[in-house]
């Protein structure tokens, strides 16, 4: 992927609506979901003014915290499975915001 086309990919998504990520998000499994949800709203939500910001990921967020995080192995077929290009989606998940398992 280049980064042109990685550009233009997170333009597109994060325009998409809140509900659509979170409908995405609702079909994995629970661990896995509020980790990957905690990664989609920093990437794509967390620099939102306080005026602009989505609410949707919240409660998934908060889970998190309390779920701690999935395998990286769970997590990249999640944040792809949600739409991440698979090279970014691996990338996204060494940059130490995972353990293992």
Known sequence: MTVSEFR????MAAEL???HWRELLMRLP???RNHAASII?????????????????DS???????TG????????DALVR???????????CQANLWQEG
């Open 8 to 11: 233009a990919w997170k333009k």
């Open 17 to 19: 609506p809140p509900d």
């Open 30 to 32: 629970n661990r896995v």
């Open 41 to 57: 709203w920093f990437d794509l939500f967390g620099g939102r003014t306080v005026a602009n910001r989505w609410p949707h990921l």
């Open 60 to 66: 998934m967020v908060e889970q998190y915290k309390r």
């Open 69 to 76: 995080p999935a395998t990286r192995a769970e997590l990249v």
């Open 82 to 92: 949600c739409g991440y290009p698979i090279e970014y989606a691996s990338k996204r």
